[in-house]
């Protein structure tokens, strides 16, 4: 299934019922930016929940000189009772790495959005499903240092709690770039790079997800 970002403007005041990891695909072409660091772009539509659905989404991308990739990256699950909220992060090889609810980066920071009512703990249930995607957004002070305001984490969000995600081989990732051979009529597919690691949000789902405050 193709998935869409969301703003965390736009989501309810649900409370989530259910935190979990899984995975999504990320379609992409990439390039070399001037100084030598491979950096991706975000497409709303880009994202899908099966490796099946982002192969068809390539398959309709596809033009002379253009070379596609697929990344499945890991992402947070979270679940209230009318939908589902999706979080990840691109151009980082491991993402999550610098997220924690245990950094603070800044007093005033982190006293702006207790004000705002953020919680303290995104990673457990009861939370507001806005206020969590609130919580990962680049300025908050779980990030240390603070990621790119663009290009960087993605929320996205499906209108029902249903939604169903991949949640298996977390540890073996893939990534993935589309080759053509004479005579087929569809891009093929080869390993490709480094798959992103899922170590951090792994251990942050084991740490906070259990806490209670």
């Known amino acids: 299934m193709q998935l869409f970002e969301n703003t965390s403007d736009s989501l309810g005041n649900e409370e ?11 379609v992409h072409s990439g390039r070399n930016t001037w100084y030598g660091t491979w950096s ?15 192969r068809k989404y390539a398959e309709s991308k596809r033009k002379r000189g253009t070379v596609l990739y697929i990344k499945q990256l890991p992402c947070f699950i979270f679940r209230s009772r009318l939908s589902t909220l999706l979080i ?13 609810p245990d950094n603070i980066t800044n007093f005033s920071e982190s006293t702006l959005e207790s004000l705002l009512g953020l919680p303290k703990n995104p990673l457990k249930n009861g939370n507001s499903i806005a206020h969590v995607a609130q919580s990962f957004i680049s300025i908050r002070s779980f990030w240390n240092p603070h990621p790119l305001p ?22 073996n990732l893939k990534s993935l770039k589309a080759f053509r ?7 093929l597919w080869e390993r490709f790079g ?7 949000i792994q251990n942050l789902y084991r740490t906070f997800s259990r806490k209670t405050n």
């Open 16 to 26: 989530v019922r259910n935190i979990s990891i899984g995975s999504v695909y990320f």
């Open 40 to 54: 991706v772009c975000y497409y709303d539509g880009c994202m899908h929940t099966t490796l099946e659905s982002a």
């Open 88 to 100: 990840t992060q691109i151009n980082e090889s491991e993402p999550f790495s610098k997220f924690s």
């Open 150 to 171: 663009f290009d960087s984490v993605i929320l996205l969000s499906h209108n029902s709690p249903f939604l169903q995600v991949e949640q298996d081989n977390l540890d």
């Open 181 to 187: 051979e004479s005579g087929i009529d569809r891009l």
């Open 194 to 200: 480094e798959p992103a690691k899922s170590t951090s």
